[in-house]
């Protein structure tokens, strides 16, 4: 322990907004003693405690690295702005949850990024922890930094900062690196050295073994592999994931946290492929839990924790193939415990009353779908294989047994939309409205629909990844043309912030050159810009300007589908002309099936060793 | 309904009332306890705390009030012998029993403030001459000025800033030296009005902060001693 930040604390956390996620010390935290350690991993999350402690990734890996012997693997959350300023006050270093030693001392720092608006917090922690935040300023094999998660299927505007990237699934990788490096310490090899030897192993990529040239219009001309460095770098996945390592004792935060309940995940990938859906393709290829697995893994959560309430997560749990006998187990463990358990992500096509019923045992929460577009044509052309009979048929169910509120999730902004599907937003929400006239068991208490739309943002392995943007004055206006025809008290509706999701769709697709200009709005104070309270908008645009960067390259421009991208030294497993299919479909409204119903040949069953997808 | 007696202390201090609620609940199930649970539309463990804590605020003296569930049959006594190895760093069972004192009868608390002069509290020396001069200034200071008749400060409500007076909430109070703190410091310990209205004890240093200016101290640790009924015998 840091004697300075063990003074320091007591006096700062009076001061600042819920000081329980700065202290650690939360029911099984790992702690070892640093006599029996060689290696020091400080896991950073670039967001504030009760997001990251949500993330089952962390937790997964905080475990995994826990168990190798002789390595200790601490958290590290952003800070939120009142504490920053007290830190950078008092002069307290960033440090770690568990020991409350400053990161700066740690051997190696890993990033989960999931979340193209948390890139400036990996400055600000780089920055709090006294660390040179560009890869190229740090040298030997102290502060090791490398990065994981969804957002790093496309490193490239994170170059800049990040020595190397783990891509794909986690828990064999991590363990694989940190060996490398424990390795490369006992070997006294330099930094160069280690970064060829760690890009030896399947799913590291390293960017500065990569050269990016530009033509003079500003798009890539090549990127080029140096001194043998592969050509692509293939995600890693998990095999079987009945084998693998989950955490069923998990640390318990002693303040709320996001999803403050246990996380069961029952399965990885998604059969559906949705087009605008970056996780359902790069989470390829659909591997599902056994129910037996998943029961055992329960109930050991759900004792050690002491949770009282259980989610079945996925990207598509409805979709999850022994739902069934998976939930007549679970409710009946959970009734009998007053445990509630909930079903996120569930779709319109295969709601049942059964499950429904089972879901309200203990306690009744709210019904959220996203039919994600008004009418079938738009429906079709991002292949959200949804029809308002569907959804209709699904708001009588649940009207029917007793529900009187739902939540319905929309994007505006698809490739092809016109005004008619936006219109087609407000009748379907109608059509619900009058279903629940006409099948509400108790209309007393009235009916609550809220509507939200995003604004499509394009990403990197989806088949909308050439499309433009539309800009964020045109979805603007389409939020306004939808409100006007959304008057019905009984309708709430909310659209997302244009000026983030544009941000947003910059970064998502952005090549190197973007490091500045992140670097740029940090050095301007652009700080956890996921945040209402903190995003600033201006603070990027003067960013952009000053490094001479045009925002529309990247979003309403749309990319040539021969152009090089910036991602095209990853290969998630999904083939690019398999993505370039899918779009084509999209733009003859055409639907390809879900994989349970025929392989699409996605190229994602080659990642697994037997070669088959088990959907 | 039975109680648990149970002390707060160490990171657990940074953990909001609510925050603890959901602790205990937690633990309670860990230690395979049942609590009963309300009827309704969203059944909760019929589960409170006596007396809320401020967050940063440490207590040897925390009760919180439960019922089993029907069909647990884990005798009364033992609760708190089960909880011990489950509950979170900071939170310690000290004892489980049934039949405790009705709570309108609680009246006051016993609370120990220790204040520190020492700047940020980093590097600087803390033994000096000067400093127990400033020390001996500051106890007879603080004496004279909790000897008021009435001393006002602003509480922060729900309902916004009201003006207290809160010397006629304080029963005892003692100011003096501590044995195991730095030299420069000063110790208040009180014994305050527990409820009808409660005087949180941090309300004495806010009373400082208005009416002595110059003994606004650099750092105050605070801890619940004990609870008492209106005779001054210890509630449980």
Known sequence: MNKRIEALLPRILPRVQKPARYVGGEYNQTVKDLAQVDTRVAFCFPDTYEIGMSNLGLRILYG???????????????PWGDMEEEM????????????????GEF?????????????TNILTMLDLAGIPLHAKDREGLHNIIFAGGACTYNPEPLADFIDFFSLGEGEESTVEIVNCYRDAKR??????????????????????????????DGTLAAITPLDGAPEKVTKRIVQDLDKAWYPTEPIVPMTEIVHDRMNLEVMRGCIRGCRFCQAGYTYRPVRPRKPETLYEQAVHALEFAGDNEITLS??????????EPLTDRLTEYCAARNINMSVPSLRADNFSRDLMLKLQKVRKSGLTFAPEAGTQRLRDAINKNVTEEDVLKTCQIAFAGGWN???????????TETDEDVLGIADLVYKIYNTWKDYASNKNRGVRIHVATAFFVPKPFTGFQWEPQIDPEEYLRRCRLLKEHLNNKSVEYNYHEAKLSELEAVLARGDRRLGAVIEAAWRRGAKLDGWMEYFDYDKWIAALDECGIDRSFYTTRGFGLDEVLAWDSIDPGVRKDFLRRERE???RSEITPDCRHGCAGCGANGLLECGKCDP | MSRLLFIKEGVAVWSSHLDLMRALMRSFRRAGIDLKHSQGFTPHPELSILMPLSVGVESQCEIAEFSLAEGCDVPVGEIAVRMAPVLPAGIRALESYEDGQKTGKLAWLRARLELTYDGSGVGETDSSAPLRSAQNDRIEALRTLFARPSLTVQKHSKKGDVEMDIAPMIREIQVGTGTACPPSAVVLEAVVAAQNPTLNPLLLVTAMEKYLPECKPDHVVCRRLEIYDAEMNVFR
């Open chain 1, 187 to 216: 070997r006294g090899l330099s930094k160069e050295e280690f970064l060829w030897e760690v890009g030896k192993i399947p799913g590291v990529y390293v960017p500065s073994h990569y050269e990016h040239s530009y033509n003079p």
């Open chain 1, 88 to 103: 950078r006050a008092a002069g307290l270093p960033l440090f770690a949850l568990e020991s409350h030693d400053p990161v």
């Open chain 1, 585 to 587: 479909r999209a733009y």
């Open chain 1, 405 to 415: 509120n739902v939540k319905l999730y929309f994007m505006l902004g698809l490739p």
């Open chain 1, 64 to 78: 995994i690295v826990n168990q190798m012997e002789g390595v200790w693997c601490e958290r590290v959350f952003t």
């Open chain 1, 107 to 119: 051997d190696m720092i890993a990033f989960s990024v999931g979340y193209e608006m948390s890139y």
């Open chain 1, 314 to 323: 996925s990207l598509s749990t409805s979709d999850y193939k022994y739902l």
